[in-house]
């Protein structure tokens, strides 16, 4: 963040991925998606973009490229920004993301650390891509049924979201991406120094995410998220260990949580359902305590 002005502040943010999808075109939304997603969890607003590529042209096609690039182009422009440039290098594997720079008034800019006790929480998208994505690479889910029922959540902006949430009275905001629900969940209650009470059966989970940990498969950061969050996770849900996994699937270009006046959560939800993100919850809430993630 840099103050400009009384009125105005800049947002500055990098992040790109690996492919999550071999499809090139869903590549470059999804990962647009989750580079622009860092100025909404700021209360921001995105203003111009330039592309970060790795790509090895000597081994694929430049079509493939071209792809990955028209995709992120198409989310920059749908999030009303420019994209006025970018740096591409020769690397063995595919890389891809977005230098975003937004604006937001200084006395508005959104952290994850201001929540307090009486605050509900709201999640906006659904969880469980990771485990997904590694069952499609694995072969134990076909490749149609992600871009069915995940890759257009993944794809989708925060902003709608956001645009929604900030006429109410937002105390804390974050996205959800490779710590999982629980660790990025933690942040906020240590930054806010509150415990933060998580209701299992209300998390929204991607159709097939438990299977496929049923299936035995798993991702490269479910274990160090685990470790990452143990000393401070209380879990008095009764869940088997394949439940417990999803608590720690990284996300990819996941949803945004937030913390607001418990009173004010269900009008929020019926505003973001109108506005078309239907999979928003009411997941949990804030309560005083020693900073740690309760799971009931």
């Not at 997603?37 to 493939?64: E, H, Q």
């Not at 028209?70 to 891809?96: F, Q, T």
Request: hydrophobic fraction near 45%; aromatic fraction near 6%.
């Amino acid at each position: 963040m840099y103050r400009l002005s009384d009125t105005i502040a800049m947002v500055n943010t990098i992040d790109f991925i690996t492919p999550p999808v071999d499809d090139p075109y869903w590549f470059g939304q999804i990962a647009a998606a989750n580079s622009i997603s860092d100025i909404y969890s700021m209360g921001g607003r995105p203003l111009t973009a330039l592309n970060v590529v790795m790509f090895p042209a000597k081994k694929l096609d430049m079509g493939v490229l071209k792809e990955i690039l028209r995709g992120g182009h198409d989310k920059v422009v749908e999030a009303g920004a420019g994209l006025v440039g970018g740096h591409s290098v020769e690397d063995d594997e595919p890389k891809y993301g977005l230098c975003v720079n937004g604006v937001v008034h200084p006395d508005k800019i959104l952290t994850n650390s201001g929540a307090v006790p009486g605050d509900a929480l709201i999640l906006t998208k659904p969880l469980g891509s990771g485990v997904l994505f590694n069952a499609v690479r694995s072969g134990k889910l076909p490749f149609a049924e992600i871009e069915r029922d995940v890759l257009p959540s993944l794809a989708a902006l925060n902003g709608t979201a956001i645009e929604a949430a900030l006429a109410y009275d937002i105390h804390a905001c974050t996205d959800i991406t490779g710590f999982g629900i629980i660790g990025h969940s933690l942040e906020m209650a240590t930054g806010s120094n509150v415990e933060i009470r998580l209701f299992y059966d209300r998390l929204p989970f991607y159709p097939a995410a438990l299977a496929m940990y049923k299936k035995g498969e798993n991702t490269g950061s479910n274990h160090a998220n685990q470790q990452m969050v143990a000393p401070s996770l209380v879990l008095r849900a009764t869940l088997t260990d394949k439940e417990q996994e999803l608590l720690y699937d990284p996300q990819t270009s996941g949803g945004l949580l937030l913390a607001l006046p418990a009173e004010q959560a269900d009008d929020l939800l019926s505003a973001m359902h109108k506005r078309g993100v239907v999979a928003a919850e009411k997941i949990g809430e804030v309560c005083a305590g020693k900073s740690c993630v309760v799971v009931e």
